[in-house]
């Protein structure tokens, strides 16, 4: 492993950014009729951001009228998606479709979406329903299709597909489990083919490309660790560890300040931890007749335990640390997109993006 994997005695002076969501600290953009928006991508001509949320649309930033405004579906079937949210759209995610990664190939405008239920998908620069670009890989299906990054000099998409054993309804058996069932893959938009560059993955999640496409940062969630992926140079097909977290990641944007903005879902301690630490535990909870996500989601609000964020150099060194402060309204933090001087916030818990004014 290597020496700096964030033990937080880091060898660099270590920012810490606390926010406090009851002031000006970070500004809300409420989402009507749904929660979650848990990725952001930005078009070719700087607008947005655009994200995903728990009913199946993609949805665009508008500046000038200040509001949400419908961009594109992965899914054609839209009875019932809409309405209440949690837990109503949570039941109908494999109809209406969860988009989660998203991220434009600036050539020519598309947008690439990677759907927990529907696979890879890409949708043109007007928006409107998104098309199947792919759906499985060596004859096993994707089940829960998650994050994506483009290299935009080849067009190809690297994305992850969670587990192929569990839904992302599922997403705390995924990692009660101890499933290692999740992959590393890449589409070649030239030859329409897919390719698994990693399998046996412990819920691979964020992945991000690095600036000059030698290599790929891929966040594994249950071990609570940031890989790399070389793709280039003598080192190409390895892998090695960067960061040991103390959380569960979900994903990594690189940062145009340097290295890469790692969201990190929840603390691992108490009983996360406890229960990480001896699997046997994980799965016996996942066979009982209860609903694990809703008894999860009740112990992280008992706790307090929201989330945070860490911008990490490509050596794995903690830079900054963003975390709130009093009030818990970030329960969990997805990303953190660094634009033109500020912090876009997802979360896949909240009604809200959130937008922090930051200044490296």
């Known amino acids: 492993m290597n020496s700096t994997s964030l033990s937080f005695i880091a060898k660099s002076i270590v920012i810490f950014l606390f926010i406090n969501s009851s002031t000006q600290g970070v500004v809300r953009y409420q989402i009507e009729g749904a929660i979650g928006p848990e990725s952001f991508a930005f078009d070719a001509l700087g607008e947005g951001p655009y994200t995903g949320v728990s009913d199946g649309r993609i949805i665009k930033w508008h500046q000038d009228q200040r509001r ?3 961009f594109a579906l992965t899914s054609p079937n839209r009875d019932g998606c809409e309405g209440a949210y949690e837990y109503d759209h949570a039941a ?10 998203l991220c434009f190939n600036k050539t020519n405008g598309d947008l690439y979406i990677a759907d927990a239920y529907f696979g890879l998908l890409k949708v043109g620069p007007e928006g409107g329903l998104a098309t199947a670009v792919a759906t499985q890989s060596e004859g096993i299906p994707f089940r829960f299709c998650n994050s994506l990054d483009i290299d935009q000099s080849t067009g190809i998409v690297y994305f992850t597909d969670s587990s192929s054993q569990f839904q992302r309804r599922n997403h705390i058996s995924v990692i009660l489990s101890g499933d290692k069932t999740g992959r590393l893959m890449k589409y070649d938009p030239a030859t329409k083919q897919v390719t698994v560059l990693l399998g046996n993955l412990s819920f691979p999640n964020g992945v991000a490309l690095s600036e000059d496409g030698n290599y790929i940062l891929l966040a594994e969630t249950t071990s ?6 070389w793709l280039k140079t003598s080192k190409a097909g390895t892998i090695e560890i960067v960061a040991q977290l103390p959380g569960f990641p979900d994903n990594i944007k690189r940062s145009p300040t340097g290295g890469f903005w790692v969201g990190i879902h929840s603390r691992r301690k108490g009983i996360s931890k406890l229960v990480l630490s001896f699997p046997w535990i994980g799965n016996v909870l996942i066979k009982l007749p209860i609903d694990i996500v809703k008894i999860h989601s009740s112990l992280v609000k008992l706790s307090g335990n929201g989330g945070m964020a860490m911008r990490i150099s490509e050596q794995g060194n903690v830079l900054e640390i963003l975390e709130e402060i009093g009030r818990k309204m970030w329960r969990s933090i997805s990303e953190v997109e660094e634009k033109d001087g500020n912090l876009w916030i997802g979360s896949v818990n909240m009604p809200y993006a959130g937008l922090y004014k930051y200044s490296s």
């Not at 109908?92 to 990664?101: D, Q, V």
């Not at 609570?224 to 992926?229: A, K, P, T």
Request: glycine letters at 10%.
């Open 68 to 70: 949400w405004l419908h």
């Open 92 to 101: 109908k995610e494999h109809i209406c479709g969860r988009p989660l990664g």
């Open 224 to 229: 609570c660790r940031i890989l790399r992926y």
